[in-house]
């Protein structure tokens, strides 16, 4: 059973920078991964992608000021988040891409003034 742990969010001021990691207890090599958000409620939703090749896709609102990364050695994914808005407020979870595996419990992001 493959275990996801997410860390580094918090309180933000907007404009302000986070960055999120997610660590994996099983292999992601050869693995597309993936961020996704749930904001109270809505349904949780897509933020971004990340191939074996560390090609890149991503919501189109958070396009610019997210940046997915992956480190297959250490089994880890990253999203480094900039400019940040109160839009952007959210649960935000790893997982792989396409499918899940079970979710892990998220990290908040709040981001207010």
């Known amino acids: 059973q493959v275990q996801l742990v997410e860390s580094g969010g918090g309180l933000v001021q907007p404009g302000g920078s986070l960055r999120l990691s997610c660590t994996v207890s099983g292999t992601i090599f050869g693995i597309y991964m993936a961020w996704y958000r749930q904001a109270p409620g809505k349904q949780r939703e897509f933020v971004a992608r990340?191939?074996?090749?560390?090609?890149?896709n991503y919501l189109d609102s958070v396009k610019g000021r997210f940046t997915i990364s992956r480190d297959n050695v250490k089994g880890a994914l990253y999203l480094q988040m900039d400019s940040l808005k109160p839009e952007d407020t959210a649960v935000y979870y790893c997982n792989k891409y396409p499918g899940t595996w079970s979710w892990g419990q998220g990290t908040q992001v709040t981001v207010s003034s």
């Open positions: 990340i191939t074996t090749n560390s090609g890149t």
